[in-house]
């Protein structure tokens, strides 16, 4: 059995009073491609910092394939990071920001800036060698950062939201190169993101982060389809959360429910389904679907109705039905 | 009606600057006056031969190689220690942070006559003869002043994340600082040396407190000015100290220009 690429072992960051990471136990295996997913200032990103080394844990071990790294400076770690602001630097050209890592190690002038080229040309940016990172758009600049990372040839490649700042066309082709050049390079991909439609289109497992803890780990099929706490059914996809009094009220059985409003479907649906009535309270147009929030008395349910489905106004009745296989029981 | 406007702004715009630089231009004119008594205008005639004479003087070069002398150490003093007080300040967050910002910067709001008494007083009591290095010292004060506002400028529009990239590439501290840091600040340290050396070399307040009996340039000039023959010869050196303070200063300019962080130039 061969030790994780990274492994976190009750791992805290604590600012003063403020538990940043909280005790996270995390293992990531190699060759894997990890998404840490939450929101702003649940520690996903801190926790990408103490595996690249800018911050030292104040409780627990981090190994990096089998070594333990605590008060190892980040110059003497074999990861390397894609940073959200891509830091080139803006006084080199892209060649020299590439071969930067090499020319620190010493490699002569001509093999580093050979090493540099093949780099440029596995990012798609062959020929822009001799510019500065100023005149290069957001996309190539990320290519850069990208290519100055790997040349290094890193056990890990950390990737501080790394689409973040692209337009969502470029985002998405993004998204698509990033995976291949994983599948192709085969190292360990960790990367952090609040955009869950990322962390689901790219990544092998996702760890959804809250207030300095990892809430729940996963594929990205059980994140979205068996969330385990309120917190996450609601943070990845917004789903309907149907707390225990309002399930009794419904008919449901009794629990905490998560349901996505994909699955709630119009009309009386099959005999196993629960069959509901109430009126569309608020329509939102989303282009391929309109999202519908309908009001059943005390409760509401959010649905999503697929364009070409006649429209219906709000205030007008709305019978919908759940079927069962699609209520995920919660913890709490 | 708003042509005439501009038309009389213009006027006293060109007006302002006239009063600001004329007296500059009767400077360069004295130099060449056949006149050596007093400022006649206009001069009875014109000649190069106070160049010669200034020449000549080993007085003048004296002044002048002291001046330089303070000048160059008084800005590489002040190119380390600003430097080093912008990389302290720049980012950090630490109690008391401020109150030693202002404590750097005050020099120069200080008038200079304040900073040469509270020096002359101080080496007076710590028991330190004049000499060169109090001269010095006392023109780091506000040397130190330019070099800190141009590299804390340039630090604060640098971002933290540079230094993480080169450290995440296996560069240790002192090579960031040597491949990533220094390149960064050059421009605006080279701006702010040359600022220093500038406001250093005819800096005459905080050097009368600090030089004892030796003469600066501009010691030597103000000096020069009550003797009643050869008045010429102090223009020529006037002409020479301009030369040498506005190319720096219009160099500086140039350096920082796009960068719009050229502080503290205005001592």
Known sequence: ????????????????????????????????????????????????????????????????????????????????????????????????????????????????????????????????????????????????????????????????????????????????????????????????????????????????????????????????????????????????????????????????????????ALGGGDGEAIRLQGRAQEVQYQGAQRRVTVDLGADRLVMVVPAGVANFGEGEPVALSVPAAALNRMEG | MSERASFLLKLMAGAGLLFLHLPLAFIVLYAFSTEEKSYQFPPPGYTTRWFAVAWERQDIWAALTLSVQVALIATALALVLGTLAAGALARTRFFGREAISLLIVLPIALPGIVTGISLRSAFAIADIPFSFWTIVLGHATFCIVVVYNNAVARLRRTSPSLIEASMDLGADSFQTFRHVVLPNLATSLLAGGMLAFALSFDEVIVTTFTAGQQTTLPIWMLTELIRPRQRPVTNVVAVFVMAVTFIPILAAYYLTRDTADVAGSGK
């Open chain 1, 1 to 264: 059995m061969t030790s994780p690429a990274v492994r976190f072992d009750k791992v805290s960051r604590h600012f003063g009073p403020v538990k940043a990471v909280d005790e996270v136990d995390l293992a990531i295996a190699p060759g894997e491609f990890f998404a840490m997913l939450g929101p702003s200032g649940s520690g996903k990103t801190t926790c990408l910092r103490l595996i690249a080394g800018f911050e030292q844990p104040t409780g627990g071990a981090i190994e990096i394939f089998g070594e333990h790294v605590e008060g190892v400076p980040p110059y003497r770690r074999a990861v390397n990071t894609v940073f959200q602001d891509y830091a080139l630097f803006p006084h080199m050209t892209v060649a020299e920001n590439v071969a930067y890592g090499l020319r620190i190690k010493g490699v002569d002038k001509r093999s580093r800036r050979l090493r540099a080229d093949e780099m440029l040309s596995l990012v798609k940016l062959s020929g822009y060698g001799d510019r500065k990172p100023a005149q290069l758009s957001g996309g190539q600049r990320q290519r850069v950062a990208l290519a100055r990372a790997l040349v290094n040839e890193p056990k890990v490649l950390l990737l501080d939201e790394p689409l973040g700042a692209l337009d969502l066309k470029l985002r998405e082709q993004m998204q698509g190169e990033l995976k291949s050049l994983q599948h192709r390079l085969g190292i360990t991909f960790v990367f952090v993101t609040h955009d869950q439609t990322e962390a689901l289109a790219m990544a092998d497992r996702v760890a959804v982060f809250n207030e300095g803890r990892i809430v729940q780990v996963g594929s990205p099929e059980e994140i979205y389809e068996r969330p385990r706490t309120r917190f996450v059914a609601d943070f990845v996809g917004g789903a309907n959360v149907i707390e225990p009094a309002a399930a009794a009220r419904l008919g449901l059985p009794e629990g905490l429910w998560s349901l996505r409003p994909e699955k709630i």
